[in-house]
């Protein structure tokens, strides 16, 4: 492997690990909006003396893998104007199981473009160390 070989590897994988830093926040950060919209729809839904139960199921079926889209994310975070519903909550639970899958994907992902940035970085350590080893010679 060449030196600039190298450096424009180590250079595309910081890019890659930095784009993954980027996306990582975003998802973390509408998880957030999520689940504050679900706290807020919860405490519509059960008024202060409320005691009766709202009947959501503690279950949920096993989401799709596939991450929600931008609209879907608003919507759900900024709804226009409906009142919040136990039909809503269960949406924002669906949505933050997608979320989270999608979350674990991206920090998966992240983790293995750091790790192969570090090899690459060795490696190419490594192959300027054995060049003044030779030039020493």
């Known amino acids: 492997m060449s030196a600039a070989a190298s450096a424009s590897d180590i250079a595309q994988l910081r890019h890659d690990r930095r784009e993954m830093r980027r996306e990582l926040a975003r998802v973390r950060w509408w998880r957030q909006l999520v689940q504050a919209r679900r706290e807020l729809s919860i405490a519509s839904i059960a008024q202060p003396g409320t005691v ?4 959501i199921d503690a279950t949920w079926e096993a989401l799709a893998a596939d991450a929600p889209t931008s609209r879907e994310l608003s919507d759900a975070v900024w709804p226009q104007g409906d009142a919040p519903s136990v039909a809503s909550l269960e949406e924002l639970d669906s949505l933050e199981k997608r979320l ?3 979350e674990s994907r991206v920090a ?4 293995a473009v750091t790790a192969a940035m570090v090899a690459a970085m060795g490696a190419a350590q490594r192959t300027v160390g054995t060049a003044k080893e030779r030039d020493h010679a």
Do not use: C, F, I, R
């Open 52 to 55: 009766e139960s709202v009947g």
């Open 100 to 102: 989270a899958t999608y």
């Open 108 to 111: 998966h992902n992240l983790d």
